[in-house]
């Protein structure tokens, strides 16, 4: 497979075969400036986190559940600092 693309700011970029699958993402760096990404792509990885932790809670073990709910806090507060930083919506 052959194309080109024109890539305005360093993003990552996957193959796509619907309905289900993609490939690991390729990472483009465009004028040595790393990857930033997105208020929209952030805000939807904030809504996965908390989807995860919706479905998966009840199935953690009682003895596992606040150290779970630490991680899915700190990935939470992760992604709502890099929101924070956000500048391309």
Not at 8 to 25: E, F, G
Not at 30 to 43: D, F, I, Q, T
Request: proline fraction near 4%; glycine fraction near 4%; charge should be positive.
């Amino acid at each position: 497979m052959a194309f080109d693309l024109k890539v305005d700011r360093s993003s990552w970029v996957a193959l796509r075969i619907l309905p289900s699958s993609h490939t690991n993402p390729i990472w483009v760096l465009v004028g040595g400036k790393p990857y930033a990404p997105s208020r929209r792509s952030l805000e939807w990885c904030l809504k996965g986190v908390d989807q995860c932790w919706s479905q998966k809670k009840r199935f953690i073990k009682e003895e596992e559940t606040e150290q779970a709910r630490q991680a899915y806090d700190h990935a939470r507060e992760t992604y709502r600092t890099l929101l924070s930083k956000a500048e391309v919506d």
